[in-house]
């Protein structure tokens, strides 16, 4: 049954089990926030990723190990312009430019699955390979929204399934819609969906309780695809957003009785004669009130842990065919949209009616007080804005699959970026602007024009793929604007842009050889020490000290004794250490004096041991 009290977070499914470690995943998202990009490495580390009230952990320094262990084992696929703008600029962001990987679907829609496949490699070497499935309505935003999870476990065997082949088939298919929309994919990119696309078909999954099979069905990342929403005796929609032709399509081949649980303010737009073929009709209440909330855009402050959830944005679909519960779970609303236009990713789970039917999921939902019902009324006023906001929308995607950055050094001091234009979208009476998002200052995007706008970056810190895009137009006197992040292919950026942003996070020796004990976190308190970092930091009597030339002894700290203890039991933890300390050494300038001549001289005898283990 799909239970209102049965809760996981986001961040606990994306941690790897005990005894393995986060390999390579491929995620897929329609709206992205950055920020909570940022947390996805953090989750696959042994560090604390939620701080003591229950909220995603801020640490700069819990951000910056995650992401130099696993931002590179990540790529993110998403819908090209639907990017949220982060409030500030967080120079950390620069080690996600290579995982997230804008995309154009092929039919005219909008890339809108929210699906994970994770590989975790074994510690130890005779266990197999593992594999988890996120299956979400969510997107990988700080929605409060009530959303579903299916969360999927296998282990790869020797034979394939021929059930898993449209997944396999999914992730495949995932390169060509970035190469559409301009993004280059790189080898390492098509190297790892390559391999999770021939793995994922030897894997054996773990099924829910309750349920003896599943299929998969994606939707739309190719020419034809079929709606499997079909073939159904009993039929239950839970759905955000609901269309008039979907509803019709689906209450003409349901041969008993048909019910629909939505939001108000969707419910109240359909035609009456839209609903008459279902037998009941209901409003998802939260409690909160009839909140109009956006279904992709919405995000609360990653700041208020706590907040309770509001706004229905699950998307389920509970059939009964025979003695069977059929349930759909994914990203696919109740439109046409979803299932003729959009990219999509369903998976429909066969099991226990007594369990899963359309009564057990009634009776959940009735218990927790989740539905009432949908007594219609005056039909209200269309939002005269809506369709310009749609142009915004889709002018934002054409214009973040056509722009260019091309960095050059700028009279020996900062960077020139020219932005070009690879195929000049027709804007009309649109006004677009562009800006890094190291930069407060807005340039007019001239679409006729060699190059459309131009900046000068200050520092390499700042050099960045990533840009906002404001685009505009006035109707009935009133300015209209969309803002959004895109990332662009960016050519001829500096090296050495994350050696640089680590030294410039790790600008003192103290904070340096902290940071060092917090990637030996499994034999140091890394919650206290974490902790310690961020006071370091954010002192304004002890931060931001000068290099010191102190010895090792003089900093207090044992670094000895963790060091040994990882060569050890995890040498692999020493590489990544060994990799921070080259970074140091290669971002030059002060950060050269920042690691201390007995710490060179013992690392030198540790690299050595480590070397003769290999």
Known sequence: MLAPGDRRLL????????????????????TLDLLALLRVPLAATALPWADRSGGPVNNPFALLAALRQNAKRVSLFCHAGATSVPIGYV???????????????PRGGVFHPK?????????WEEDPVHYRLLVLSRNLTFDRTWDTALVLDGELMGRPSAANRPLSEFIAALPAMATAAGTQVTSDVQERVDRLAAEVRRVAWELPQGFDGLDFHPLGHRAETK???????????????????????????VREDIALVGRFNELIQLEPEALDGFDSVEVFDDGAGLLDVDEEERSASPDAPGVELAGLHAKVFVGERHKHAVVF???????????????????????????????????GLEEAGLLQPFVGGDTPEDDPTSELR????????????ALVAHVTEHAGVGWRVAIELRHPPELGDLTAQLRPLALDQ?????VDASPACEFVIPSAVSVSAFFALRVAARQGGELQVEEVTVRLPLHGAPDGRLEAVTADLLNDRERLLRFILVLLADDVDADGMLDELERILTDRDG????????????SGLPLLEPLLKALHRDPDRLDEIDRLLSDVERAGGEAGVLIPDDLRQLWATVIALRTGQR
Do not use: C, M
């Open 390 to 401: 749609r142009t915004l929308q889709q002018a934002a995607h054409r214009l973040a699959t």
């Open 329 to 363: 779970v994914g990203s696919a609303n109740a439109t046409g949209a979803a299932f003729k236009q959009n990219v999509e990713f369903l998976v429909e789970l066969r099991g226990s009616r007594k369990q899963h039917g359309i009564d057990a999921t009634r009776k």
């Open 543 to 554: 931060g931001a000290r000068p290099p010191a030339r102190g010895t090792l002894g003089d």
């Open 11 to 30: 961040l606990d499914a994306l941690a790897p089990p005990t005894d393995y470690r986060l390999d390579e995943a491929v995620g897929t998202t329609y």
């Open 115 to 123: 699906v994970w496949l994770l590989r975790f490699a074994p510690v």
């Open 227 to 253: 709606n499997p929403v079909r073939d159904l005796r009993r039929l239950l929609i839970i759905a955000p957003f609901v269309g008039s032709d979907l509803l019709a399509e689906l209450a003409d081949q």
């Open 91 to 105: 120079p950390l962001l620069a080690f996600l430019e290579d995982a997230v990987l804008p995309v154009t679907p």
């Open 442 to 446: 807005w340039r007019n995007v001239e």
